[in-house]
């Protein structure tokens, strides 16, 4: 689709003659990125990443499975890393077994940067700092942070305070570490100012009817290509009227 993509020694190029027909089309997911080997995308709020066997769903590896194989039956999507359900945007998936398995492999040497934007309740006092914890889980999958060392997994996230007013503050968050709801937690109970929309974890209020929290950037190395790729999107508006106007509006 770019007509000066520059083409290097060793990579796969195809074509077809049917391009109205691999046209993407999608309300949960907008397609970003693709390549032979990857594909990235931004996610809506309310799709989950992939499936699970207890319940059918249309999700995020399905769809983009669904996609490739108008090209090819034999092709298929893996999955990468996730982002929760109700979490919105960037999003990485393989298109190759070799792809999947070299990053999978190599993640923490791979992925330079994830950051995240979130609206939190209440005015943040540090305005930037590093959140270090240990994360357990209850026998009710639910996520819970720990000063007491090797008491779960490390969990390590630095933020940044972006805005804050009318009772909220716009912050960015980025991982040293992936793990489940960790973003979520580490606001709620190391910084005690939980998401806006996130009842889980003691948020008050739901103005915008959704959980607060975005992907917003994805930076890491090409597992074939080696190339430096890098992915950014727009605070969403609806977190930024929340801040400005104490409201949902974007003026």
Known sequence: TQYNFELRPGMLVQMSKNHHQKEFKSQQIKLIYEDAYLIVVDKREGVAAVGSEKKRERTVLSILDDYVKRSSKQRCIYGVHRLDRDTSGLMMMAKTMQAKEILQHNWNNMVISRNYVAVVEGVVEQKSGVIRSWLNETSQYE????????????????????????????????????????????AAQELKHPIVG??????????????????????????????????????PSRFAGLVKYGTNKNK
């Open 198 to 235: 996130d009842r889980k974890y003691g948020a008050a209020s739901s103005p915008i009817h959704r959980l607060a929290l975005h992907a917003r950037t994805l930076r890491f190395a090409h597992p074939i290509t080696r190339e430096d790729m890098n992915f950014e999107l727009p605070i």
């Open 143 to 186: 996520v819970y942070s720990t000063q007491e060392e090797g008491n779960g997994q490390l969990a390590i996230t630095r933020y940044n305070v972006l805005d804050a007013g009318h009772g909220y503050s716009l912050v960015e968050f980025s991982l040293d570490t992936g793990r489940k709801n960790q973003i979520r937690v580490h």
